[in-house]
């Protein structure tokens, strides 16, 4: 089954500090990643996608990914957390499924929240 | 350029009646996919559309449909309206059909339904 989990509902940073949102993948066929932040009462901004290539992905932001095939894993990183940076943060992958219906379209983690203190 | 355009922001409603909401996507692009947000489910894949045609589903009920015009604009409906559908409901963009991978997916600033 195509899945996408992010292991932390919640993960505390104090500013200046680098953060991790981590997040593992299992897909079926090459993986499509993507991150997207929320800020409350909003819609979903995207920061960054792993196609293919470079297994760093720099993003918006200052937000970065690596990708890890060995541990499925892409997990976001930044050097400095910033106090606006908190928000909801979702991992997603491509569902890469041939058949059955939804193919092509996300499949999204739970989402963790970030929380940047000053 | 302007981004996925999503109307009403709020809305309530009551059990049974139905609701439409409405889409513009970020000019040029021809897929439009909505996805339903509640605290419990998380996010979920609703349908697709491109070229006027619903290309995928979600699994959720009939009640739930969709259309897609010529300019690309899109309208999704749900109908006898229950409780469990109060949810944020986010249109999303894209050049081509989520089939191709190497597209990003632009989301909307999502219509808030409340269903009492």
């Known amino acids: 089954a195509q899945s996408v989990a992010q292991p932390e509902d919640q993960v505390n940073v104090a500013e200046g500090n680098p953060l991790t949102v981590k997040c593992t993948y299992s897909?079926?066929?090459?993986?499509?990643l993507f991150w997207y932040v929320q800020y409350p009462n909003r819609g979903l901004q995207f920061l960054l996608k792993y196609i293919t290539g470079d297994n760093l992905v720099k993003g918006s932001y200052g937000f970065e990914a690596e990708f890890n095939k060995s541990q499925t894993s892409f997990h976001l990183k930044k050097p400095s957390a910033l106090v606006s940076d908190s928000a909801l943060y979702f991992c997603a992958v491509r569902d890469s499924r041939r058949y059955g219906g939804s193919q092509g379209n996300l499949i999204f983690g739970k989402g963790t929240k970030l929380s940047v203190k000053p | 350029k302007a981004g996925v355009t999503q109307t009403p922001r709020y809305l309530i409603k009551t059990r049974g009646q139905q609701v439409t909401l409405s889409c513009s996507p970020i000019s040029g692009h021809r897929s439009v996919s909505w996805y339903q947000q509640t605290p419990g489910q998380g996010l979920q894949f609703l349908f697709e559309y491109f070229s006027e045609t619903q290309r995928n589903k979600g699994n959720f009920p009939g009640r739930f449909s969709g259309r897609q015009f010529s300019n690309s604009r899109s309208e999704m409906n749900v109908s006898t309206l229950e409780l469990g559908d109060s949810a944020l409901y986010l249109c999303?963009?894209?050049?081509?059909?989520?089939?191709?991978?190497?597209?990003?997916?632009?989301f909307g600033e999502g219509s808030w339904l409340t269903v009492v």
């Open positions: 897909v079926s066929g090459n993986p499509y």
């Open positions: 999303a963009s894209s050049l081509e059909r989520g089939t191709s991978s190497g597209n990003t997916i632009y």
